[in-house]
Each structure stands twice: as C-alpha cells, then as structure tokens.
C-alpha cells in the first residue's frame, strides 16, 4: 500500500522488494501495489512495474488509508498465502521462500521471521540455507508467550506468510490507525500452529513522520487494546 511515500519507495528505491530480481518470487506468485493516492508517487512508475512483470499487479484508488489499501490487496489476491509488505520497509531477498517453506513442510497456516528496526536499506544481505524453524501448536500459553516478548510478533501484518483463507475472513478495520493491532491476533488465534523462521529477513524502517507517530492515533491504539481484551475473553483467554 502507498500513499503520501517520496519519489522512490523510500527505504526502497533500488532495495524496494518490487526492483528485486525475479528470484525474489516464488514460481506462482503475485505482487499487488495499492495506490491510495499517493501524493508524491506518481501512478506511472508504479504501472512501470506490472510492464516489467505480469506476475506484478498495480490497482489504484482513492485514499482509505493503509487499512483501505490492504483490504483491497486482500480482495485482489489469489493463491494460498499472503504476505504483507510496507512500502518504506525492505525485505531479504529469500524471505518468501523461506516462510513458504517453513508454512507447507510444517502444515502451518502462518509462518513469521525475525524483524529488526533500521534507518536505511541494508547494502547486503546474510545468506543462509538452512535457517532453523521452530514449530508452535497455537494455545493460551503459546499466544502469551507471544505477547511477553520484546518484539512485533503478535501485532504487525508484516514479517509475516499467512493462510490468504483466514485474513479474507478476518480484514483490516478501516478508518483507524494501529489497525494491525485491532487484527493481527485474530489472525494468529484463528491457525491451528504457527512456524517461525529464525533469522532477521523483515527490515523495518523507523519514519520519524509516521502516522503512529501522531499524539491523536493514541486513542485508536487503545481502541485496539479494548479489542484484544474483549476477543480473548470471548475465546476464553
């Protein structure tokens, strides 16, 4: 999803996922970009993409923000899987295979890798074949586990390969900001396990201009806390 973003894909430019060579892909996979009116971006660069690679799919539309955007990905998307990737944030150039396999050797409906928080695109990356993969039967005590750790596991879209099946039945709260925290857990609830590959494949960028960053969006945080609150209790959490 894109809006407000600079000339280039941000943190991107030539380290955004979409200018990544092919064998960033899997065989059958698609890309969806979502132009939520970016007032900086211009439509043409991004439709450059999908002339370079069909597998490549460009929609835009008026500005519902990132939930509107993602949503619309969501309705847009075929397969079996989905994975959501922010348009200032990069990803390791074997991320997808990496969680495809963890989620189909392991009969996982969601497979996550670790994150870390950079202020650029890294300039290379670290290969490794033979990441380790731990492999998690989803209960109370595995989704606490979760939530106790210092990290963005339990509430951020991203870093993420998820069951296309379960996030179309759950989508995004549009209108509201920290809308992966009114969702996400849902979504981890909703599987039956979870495989997690251990190795930093997600770079997160830190924009100091974010819309979380707003004193406002505070309240839709807490909105989303009341959630979680309320669905965990009616799971019996």
Sequence with gaps: N????????RIGGNHSPFNKPKSLYL??????????????????????YAVKDSRITVIHQKNKGVSGARNTGICAARG???????????????????????AVSN??????CGVVE????????????????????????????????DSYPYWTAW??????????SKPFEEGRVYEDNGIVYKWLCSAKRIARVDGIMYFYYINP?????????????????LCQVEYFKTIGY
């Design 2 to 9: 894109l809006f407000n973003m600079r000339e280039e894909l």
């Design 27 to 48: 065989k059958d996979d698609t890309a969806i970009i979502c132009n939520a009116q970016s007032q900086k971006l211009v439509g043409v660069n991004l439709d450059s």
């Design 80 to 102: 079996d899987y989905i994975m959501f990737v922010d348009s200032d944030d990069t990803i390791h150039p074997n991320m997808l295979t990496a969680l495809y396999s963890a």
């Design 107 to 112: 009969n996982a409906e969601v497979s996550m």
């Design 118 to 149: 950079v202020h650029h695109a890294p300039s290379e990356y670290i290969y490794n074949d033979a990441l380790p993969v731990t492999v998690n039967e989803v209960n109370e005590d595995y989704i606490e586990e979760l939530y106790s750790e």
């Design 159 to 168: 870093a993420k390969l998820l069951q296309l099946d379960i996030v179309a």
């Design 209 to 225: 201009a974010g819309i979380s960053k707003n004193l406002l969006t505070s309240f839709d945080y807490l909105h989303a806390l």
